[in-house]
């Protein structure tokens, strides 16, 4: 395969064949006022080939004398025009509200006709994630494309987002898209991801907030569109980083869009609750009440106290108060939240290019008390036609991002959410703050209300006293220069750089219970990725019929991080929060360093306007694969093939508007991160005679013949359109072979090691993804288009390492509750203890009539096989409303809350003979329910499926006339988000809450669910 695919380059750099005649078409596009349209992209119909517009709103094309040319633009209608031999085509363009439909962008940021493409490409328009919008923009796309499962972590404003593309796609790499934003790709990776230095990483015994991700950095506001490329096929051209899929960002510039913008959205943001715990017994141990403080303090988070009577009761802090019950703990502890986002951008054409200048700020108060997030973007976007010929693009984006406080997740230690969440049924929240209002004592240590397990920190104390800061200077630029010749041929250059600088801080304050002296930990790096390519191509046109564009290009890529974890421990003066007054501190280095060279080609052939087939191929070395004093092979090459039928040029009943089938054929991969092949020391903290340690850093056993993992991708579909297009289907079936995974498989203990790195994995996705639109009313006042996307992906592990059947990758802080895989089932198999069985199949009991535990066993994947979102948008003169209705099923997660609760006795299931005993031994009620907890975990695994109101929009437009024509265009939308959920199959929990991005399946101790309400205000001038 790998020889007959290099022999395609060749013919991709053939300069010519026998063609049709060529000539120059110029001319220029207005919109109805007579206005020209700058930006404007002018494709030629079945080729790559296309070009922008200028400020004035002219362009020039090299095409055949019988093509056809296809006109758009953001905000207006496509229009096709047949050249017909002539040298000037001059085009208008009517204003529309839908999104860009004929043309789509595709992989290297290249135009096409969607109708040329043999795969599924679903593109968003920018104006629809900013009315309603979400701190994370990956957030916004959730119900909105189907194959994409977007799960948002509970870390409140600013956490990362879990985004999966038809599937899971590796093992024990990452699974999350490549991000392509204007052509270049930038990493992002969420917090306690694969890969990643801090966060939450699914260990038993993490406790850290989630820390982010790089896409959550995006102002929605400076988006104008973002396309999907879901297959293989789609985003073959991106090789090694393709694997998982690819999401196009193509960030707004000036073109045709002359003037003032601005837009402020402002949110309120309220937590809601689901717990539903008994309200019958309140703190207290053996069905009594406590009769003393210390009694209380000891107690702690335990409601196996006596019935609740109003009775005056003493408590932690020697207080007596109504020993009755507190339900709203969760209301009186969060804070009303709010969100203020205001973006200014100045758009102005001139001749010879088009500028656009933005500047956004985002101010976030989180629902956590002294928790925020806070965001400054600026926005540079200069197009420029120097001469004829050349076209620059410079993009430059500065980001400004702090966050305060971000809270601990799952374990209790300095988690507010947790303790919060577990109090005593009698026990107010408000209690809990002291006599400073903060979580403190007089003396500024903490105000304990748990003497019995100090690990359960004051949440005010938590939420005041704990620190938890991070800081990100980032900036996206990048360049481009496309120089396109009368005949057609061009040649593009680019080059893009993402860097950012983190300073994280974390402290744990002088006075914690657990840790009266304290410990901070202070953490700076430097994130760079520079990325350059370059693209050559011409359409070449054979007579009437055939058209063939090939596309030959090389790109170099160099991603470096330098940075410095320090800890220190023990303050020697109480308040001062710096490394410089620890009294032990340590070092940790931080360093990785890849490169990667490829090269690339495309073939497009067309037919008659109605066949088409593209050829892809990539080759790709990686550094990452390299072993010093070995000679081996750093390179993967990935082939590609697709096509589209458009039987609708040939048939077309009455009933049918437009009519094509398309397939297609690809290889993506995935290659590993640095310092895999070879054995790699450093020095530790500890030391012998002053001098420090030295050996392996590798987890892992290294492994010097490592290989970039490979995913094999069939993919088949239509589209079909009816009525005038008043319905639209498009069906895709799929199925992708992922081999080689690189996966950590466990070795002894005596090896020094934890596991050793291997390419032993395989696993499989094949599903089904149906997107149908409907047109029901259109009228001249009144439109209605609803569309409906559903999804299902059926993934299986086949095989992990040698006579491996069963991995672990997370475990929750229960210690009975696992995520991890078993060959021949889906990914991301949520474990827990089942029941033990007799002969007779019935259930094992000790003396005292508990059930044993029995098996780790399976109960279902964390990922949700099906998903759907529908929406509906109806526009009635200048009132335009929105709704959109999400679900998801069919995925299980094991809810820790419901462990602990058990535990607690905050759970209704624990009345059962509440104040009874058990078996021989006379077991009270918390003895038995707490022994039943940690042997059949399998009672805390729940069906995650749900059908969410996720998105309420209702707007008007404002007439111009009503301002003397100086505002342009003025629209003020109420707006509503994650308003309630029309069926949950979960008790106490929400089904989407996870901690954590890379342990989907694992619930505990997140920020609640809030539901946002407010304004969205958008002008132009």
């Not at 120059?24 to 992209?41: A, C, Q």
């Not at 009368?486 to 040649?491: A, E, T």
């Not at 890849?594 to 990539?618: A, H, I, N, P, W």
Request: glycine share 10%.
């Amino acid at each position: 395969m790998e020889k007959s695919t290099w022999l395609l380059l060749p013919l991709l750099c053939l300069p010519g064949l026998v063609v049709a005649q060529t000539h120059t078409v110029t001319g220029r596009v207005t919109d109805e006022r007579g206005s020209g349209l700058p930006g404007t992209t002018v494709v030629v119909r079945g080729t790559t080939l296309g070009v922008s517009t200028t400020a004035e709103g002219t362009y020039s094309v090299a095409v055949g004398d019988t093509a056809t040319l296809v006109f758009s633009s953001i905000g207006y209608n496509a229009q096709r025009v047949r050249v017909g031999g002539r040298s000037v085509v001059n085009v208008t363009l009517s204003e529309s509200n839908q999104a860009l439909d004929e043309v789509v962008v595709t992989a290297l940021n290249i135009s096409r006709e969607r109708k040329t493409l043999g795969y599924s490409v679903t593109e968003i328009a920018g104006p629809s994630l900013t009315v309603a919008r979400e701190t994370n923009i990956a957030n916004s796309l959730v119900g909105k494309v189907a194959g994409l499962n977007v799960n948002s972590t509970a870390g409140g404003p600013g956490s990362s987002s879990n985004v999966i593309i038809r599937g899971v796609s590796s093992i024990n790499q990452t699974n999350q898209p490549l991000y392509v934003i204007n052509g270049v790709p930038v990493e992002s990776q969420p917090s306690g991801g694969a890969g990643a230095t801090i966060g939450n990483s699914g260990g038993q015994y993490d406790n850290a907030p989630d820390f982010g991700d790089p896409i959550s950095n995006l102002n929605p506001d400076d988006i104008e569109s973002i396309s999907v490329l879901k297959g293989a096929a789609a985003s073959a051209l991106y090789g090694y980083r393709a694997k998982a899929g690819v999401i196009l960002i193509t960030t707004k510039s000036a073109k045709g869009n002359d003037g003032i913008e601005f837009n402020s959205n402002y949110v309120v943001q309220r937590v809601f609750t689901l717990t539903d715990w008994q309200y019958d017994y309140g703190q207290g141990a053996n069905n009594t009440k406590p009769t003393t403080a210390a009694a209380a303090a000891q107690s702690g988070n335990s409601s196996w106290g006596g019935r609740l009577d109003g009775s005056q009761v003493v408590q932690f802090d020697g207080t007596l108060r109504p020993y009755s019950a507190q339900r709203d703990n969760v209301r009186n502890f969060y804070q009303t939240g709010g969100a203020l986002t205001n973006t200014i951008a100045f758009n102005k054409s001139f001749t010879g290019g088009t500028v656009r200048l933005s500047a956004s700020d985002l101010a976030n108060k989180a629902v956590i008390p002294n928790s925020r997030l806070d965001r400054q973007t600026f926005n540079v976007v200069g197009t420029f036609d120097p001469f004829k010929h050349l076209t620059i693009d410079v993009r430059a984006n500065y980001i400004l991002e702090q966050a305060r406080n971000r809270p601990i997740l799952s374990d209790g230690a300095g988690n507010a959410n947790f303790n919060v969440a577990f109090l005593p049924t009698s026990l107010d929240v408000r209690d809990l703050r002291g006599p400073n209002g903060n979580g403190t004592l007089a003396n500024g240590n903490e105000f304990t209300f748990n003497s019995g397990n100090l690990y359960n920190t004051n949440p005010y104390f938590a939420a005041y006293q704990f620190v938890s800061n991070t800081k990100r200077e980032r900036l996206l630029s990048n360049i481009t220069a496309r120089y396109t010749l009368d005949n057609g041929l061009f040649f593009q250059g680019r080059v893009g750089r993402d860097g950012y600088n983190d300073r994280l801080t974390t402290v744990t304050p002088s006075g914690t219970a657990y840790r009266p002296l304290g410990s901070i930990t202070e953490i700076t790096s430097q994130f760079t990725d520079l990325n350059v390519d370059g693209l050559v191509g011409k359409a070449f046109h054979v007579g009437e019929a055939f058209t063939f564009t090939p596309n030959v290009g090389a790109s170099y890529r160099r991603t470096k991080q330098d940075g410095f974890s320090n800890s220190g421990s023990d303050f020697a003066v109480a308040g001062i929060n710096t490394l410089g007054n620890t009294k032990t501190r340590t070092v940790t280095p931080i360093f990785t360093d890849l490169e990667v060279q490829s090269v690339y080609g495309s073939l497009d052939l067309s037919y008659k306007e109605f066949l088409y087939l593209t050829g892809t191929v990539r080759r790709d070395w990686f550094s990452s694969l390299a072993t010093p004093g070995v000679s081996n092979d750093l390179g993967s090459t990935y082939p590609g093939v697709s096509g589209s039928f458009v039987f609708s040029e040939l048939w077309k009943p009455e009933i049918l508007s437009f009519g094509k089938i398309r397939a297609g054929y690809s290889q993506v991969g995935q290659a590993t991160g640095p310092f895999q092949t070879q054995l790699n020391y450093s020095l530790s903290a500890t030391t012998l005679n002053g001098v420090p340690y030295g050996g392996p850093s590798d987890a892992n056993i290294p492994n010097r013949n490592l290989r970039a993992s490979r995913a094999s991708e069939v993919e088949v579909g239509t589209e079909l359109a009816f009525l005038q297009n008043r319905l639209r289907l498009d069906l895709t079936f799929y199925k992708k072979k992922s081999t080689g995974e690189i996966v950590n498989t466990p070795a002894s203990g005596t090896s020094g090691y934890s596991g050793a790195v291997l390419n032993a994995g395989e696993m499989e996705n094949k599903g089904v993804e149906m997107l149908l639109t409907i047109l029901p009313v259109k009228t001249s006042t009144f439109t209605w288009t609803s569309s409906f996307n559903a999804a299902y992906n059926k993934n299986t592990v086949l095989s992990l390492a040698a006579d491996q059947q069963q991995s672990v990758y997370a475990t929750s802080r229960s210690g009975v509750g696992f995520l991890g895989q078993q060959v021949g089932k889906p990914f991301g198999q949520v474990l827990a203890y089942d029941y033990s069985r007799n002969a007779d199949g019935s259930i094992a009991l000790t003396t005292n009539g508990v059930p044993l535990r029995g098996n780790l066993t399976s109960f279902g994947t964390a990922f949700h096989p099906w998903t759907m979102g529908w929406s509906n948008d109806f526009t009635l003169g200048r009132f335009n409303m929105g709704v959109l209705i999400d679900g998801k099923f069919g995925g299980k997660i094991f809810s820790a809350t419901d462990y602990y609760a058990t535990i607690f006795g905050l759970r209704k299931e624990t009345l059962v003979n509440r104040e009874g005993t058990f078996g021989p031994d006379k077991l009270d009620a918390a003895t038995y329910y707490g022994t039943l907890a940690n042997n059949v975990s399998s009672q805390f695994v729940q069906d995650a499926s749900f059908i969410k109101l996720r998105q309420i929009t209702l707007g008007y437009s404002f007439p111009s006339a009503l301002f003397g024509n100086k505002i342009q265009r003025l629209t003020l939308s109420l707006v509503a988000r994650n308003l309630f959920f029309f069926r949950r199959l979960t008790d106490n929990i929400d089904p989407e809450g996870s901690y954590n991005a890379f342990t989907q399946g694992l619930e505990l101790g997140g920020v609640p669910p809030s539901r946002t309400f407010g304004l969205n205000l958008n002008a132009k001038f």
